[in-house]
């Protein structure tokens, strides 16, 4: 379904700091610095706004927005000049990704029997190990063509991730489980 999302996204955060090297010449304090203030927005997003979100949309609808939305900020990423308009795009990245995980997660539980549940989230959670192991090969061949390719990577799988997930799942696929499990 939308699991490749976790591949692009890997993508991102194991390739972004060799971006963030090569054209703003970041050091590891600046890194780290940039990925803490990414961090406190996913908390922001993972305290705040999904609550807020999964209140009044399902998690179809919120995917449908996170993912597209996740595919073109990491697009974004690749177009500032100056360093200081990262902390206007990343806030973004994190709230759509901090969007995705928990609703993504929440269908593949919800289309899964009740007696199949364990099996398949832990099913899940091997895919996405596996999405953090491929990527780096992926990315470490694309980066020696163009620092960038990485996360144009990034942003093309995220994207392909979303297409796939907007034209193959129908709302009725978890009307239908949820209804299963009544």
């Not at 900020?73 to 990262?86: E, G, K, Q, S």
């Amino acid at each position: 379904m939308v699991e490749s999302n976790r591949f692009g996204f890997s993508f991102f955060m194991q390739f972004n700091q060799v971006y963030l090297i090569k054209k703003f010449h970041f050091d590891e304090k600046s890194i780290g610095m940039l990925f803490g203030y990414i961090g406190l927005w996913i908390a922001f997003t993972q305290g705040f706004i999904v609550r807020k979100v999964t209140n009044r949309f399902t998690p179809p609808q919120v995917l449908r927005i996170s993912l597209i939305g996740l595919a073109v900020t990491i697009f974004v990423i690749l177009l500032p000049n100056y360093w200081w308009m990262l902390l206007l795009i990343n806030p973004f990245i994190a709230i759509f990704q901090g969007l995705t995980q928990p609703n993504q997660t929440s269908i593949v539980s919800t289309l899964a029997s009740n007696d199949m549940q364990g099996e398949i989230l832990g099913i899940q959670q091997s895919i996405a190990s596996l999405a953090f192991t491929i990527p780096p090969i992926i990315a470490g061949v694309l980066v020696s063509f163009d620092f960038r390719l990485p996360l144009v990577a990034a942003a093309v799988v995220t994207l392909l991730s979303w297409v796939n997930f907007y034209f193959r799942f129908e709302d009725k696929q978890l009307e239908t489980a949820t209804q299963k499990q009544s």
